[in-house]
């Protein structure tokens, strides 16, 4: 079928002809191409689409007998196939009349203004014609068929579903999922400064123990005072109270107390014990 439409066409490339750099169809091709558009687009379509269409839907009905399902696809085939002949017929005749007409006034030279404005108009109409045939089938099956208008609309209902749909899910869970990891590293930084203000709240209370130490086997500490630091490193050594929302301000009062303790110790100058 292929090489028999590539063979019917053949002429076009050979006999086509540019006068006065246009690419036309003149003398005798421009009758003998009216002619071939025609036979070839406006009686072998309809005719070949009204025997093969009918040979099926005989073969169709003698296949599957008196099924009323199968004859109600049969007779909305048969719509289908009528509309298409007939919109076949309305559009490719008057391409191919115009073209016969060209022909035939091809060598009147006498026309005038206006004649000329019609002439031109009717080949445009025409052309648009012949190119509507290429999507016409598709709104007169939606118009003859109702079980094409079902199928066309459970097609568009399944791609709604696979990819307008899953597609918002998928950015839903994607939102959803940075959400989660944006929570996560937060009490991840949460934990990290919890335990680096735990670790300088130790280090500050074992400075200070030591302190305390020293200043107490010096004899510089009076009661009042062992009593006020000691009950300090008593509220400041559990760690649960280190990571409380005031850590931050028993850090300050540890450096303070640490800082009150060195400065007494440089004020005072050490013996050792021999």
Not at 26 to 31: E, S
Request: hydrophobic letters at 45%; one cysteine or more.
């Amino acid at each position: 079928m292929i090489a028999a439409w590539l063979i019917a066409g053949f002429h076009l490339p050979v006999f086509m002809d540019i006068r006065n750099s246009v690419c036309g169809l003149y003398d005798f091709y421009k009758l003998f191409y009216a002619i071939y558009q025609i036979v070839l687009v406006g009686i072998l379509p309809p005719l070949l689409m009204s025997s093969f269409g009918f040979l099926t839907i005989h073969s169709l009905h003698q296949r599957h007998g008196d099924q009323t399902h199968v004859r109600r696809k049969d007779r909305d085939l048969m719509r289908m196939l009528i509309a298409e002949i007939i919109v076949n017929i309305f559009t490719s005749i008057p391409y191919s009349a115009n073209l016969v007409y060209g022909a035939a006034t091809y060598y009147v030279v006498d026309k005038s203004v206006q004649r000329l404005e019609i002439e031109s108009f009717i080949t445009f109409f025409s052309q648009f014609l012949i190119h509507t045939l290429s999507v016409a089938p598709f709104y007169l099956f939606i118009i003859a068929s109702k079980s094409f208008r079902h199928e066309l609309i459970s097609t568009m209902v399944k791609w709604w579903y696979k990819y307008i749909l899953r597609q918002e899910q998928l950015n839903t869970l994607k939102n959803e999922l940075f959400q989660f990891l944006n929570r996560q590293e937060q009490t991840i930084n949460n934990q990290i400064i919890r335990i680096s203000n735990e670790e300088e709240c130790l280090l500050c209370l074992s400075k200070l123990a030591t302190l305390i130490l020293e200043r107490l086997f010096d004899g510089d500490l009076n009661d009042t005072k062992t009593e006020f630091f000691l009950s300090l490193i008593g509220d400041l050594k559990s760690p649960a109270q280190l990571v409380n929302a005031t850590s931050e301000n028993s850090i300050a009062k540890m450096r303070a107390t640490q800082w009150m303790l060195e400065m007494q110790i440089k004020k005072k100058p050490r013996y050792n014990i021999i």
